[in-house]
C-alpha cells in the first residue's frame, strides 16, 4: 500500500462488543492534525423545550437539583446561548427554531391568525429527504388537530401547526403530531423516528406556577428526572442519539439570554465541558439540519454557528520527531471518562495494541520511544 498523501479518518460503530470506534489513520510523516466532523455519526435528535427562564436562575440553583447535580456533570453547555435578537414572546421563537425566521411575527395569536403558506420549514425538508420526524405534545388528544389553546396545552410553543402544509391534511398531521405518552411507547418499541420536537404542558416547561409549588423551575426539573432517564436508557438515545435541551427566551418575555442550551449525547464532548460562543436559536437549526443533511439552510439558520463545539471533535497529532526518543502520538477532543487505546498498523489490516490511556480534560497521549515504533499507522479506540 502507498503512503497516505495527507491524514485520513474514519468512524464506526459496533453493536456486537458495545463500543465506539474512532478510527484516526496518520502517516508517520504526517505532523497535521487530523479532524473528525463533530456531529458525524448522530441518528436521532431529541428536542426538548422549556419556557422564559435565562440560564442565571437555571445553573446552581437549588430549584433544578436533577439539572445541577445529575444532567450537567455528564452534559455539555453553552453559556452564551440567545433567543433571537428582540424576538420576543414565546411563538417567535418557536417558529424561529423550525423555519429561522419569526416571520414578522411579535405576538402569541393562534395560527388562525399567524398561520402561514410557505414550505420554508423544517418539517418539509425533512419529509422531502425521508426523515422521519414528529412533535410530542403534552396533553393534546392526538384525535382531533390542536390548533386552540386547551387545558394545560399552548399551541404557541406547537410551531408546526402554524404552516398549512402540515395541518391542511389532517391524516399526515395527526401521524406527526402526538401525545406524550407516545414518546414513551415509541421509545420502548424502537418506532421512534429520527427527529423528536418534545414539549411539556405549561407546567412542566416552567411556564405556570401550580398552587403550593416552591418554584416553576422545580417543576421542570422534575420533569427531566423523570423523562430524560427512559429517552437515556433507549436504543434510539444509545446507538447515536442527541439531547437538546433549551428554553424559548429569557425571563419576562422581555430578556433575550443568555438562556440555557444543554447536550447529552454518547457524541457529545460530556464531563461539564462548557464554552462561551454565541449561539441563537439559529444555531440549533443549523445543526439539526446538517445533522439530517437537509438543504438549503433556513432563514438565518444560514448565518449561525452550529453547535459542534459541544460534540466530540476529535484530533490526533504527531509531536516531535518520528523514530527519535522524544516523539508522542496526542488525541484531544475525547469523551470523557472512557479509556483510550493507542494501537498501531503497518499495513491498515492487521492492528497492534501499543498502550491504553484514561482522558484528563478530552486528551490523551502517548508516548513513542523510536526503538518501539515500527509501525506506519495509528488509531485510537474509545470504548463506551
Known sequence: MLPLPRPCVDRCRTRLVRVVLWLFLVAISAVAPVRAGGIAGVKTVFILMFENHDWSTIRETNFCPYLNTVLLPQAAWAEHYYNPTNNHPSEPNYLWLVSGTNFGIKNDKAPSVNGQTTTNHLAFLLDRAGVPWKTYQEDISGTDLPLINRGEYAVRHNPFMFFASVTNDSKYCLAHVRPMPELFR????GTLPRFNFIVPNLTNDMHNLTPGSASTRLQGDQWMSRVIPQIQASSAYQDGGAIFITWDEGVGESSDGPIGFI???PFGRGGGYHNTLH?????TLRTVQEIFQVQPFLG?????????DLFQNPQLQLEGVPGTASWRVLATGLGQGRPQELQGSADLRSWTPIATRSVTNGVARWDLPGAAVTTRFYRVMESH
Open 263 to 265: 447536550l447529552l449525547s
Open 186 to 189: 415509541d421509545l420502548t418499541n
Open 300 to 308: 438565518d439558520a444560514a448565518n449561525g454557528i452550529d453547535l459542534a
Open 279 to 283: 449561539y441563537t436559536h439559529s444555531s
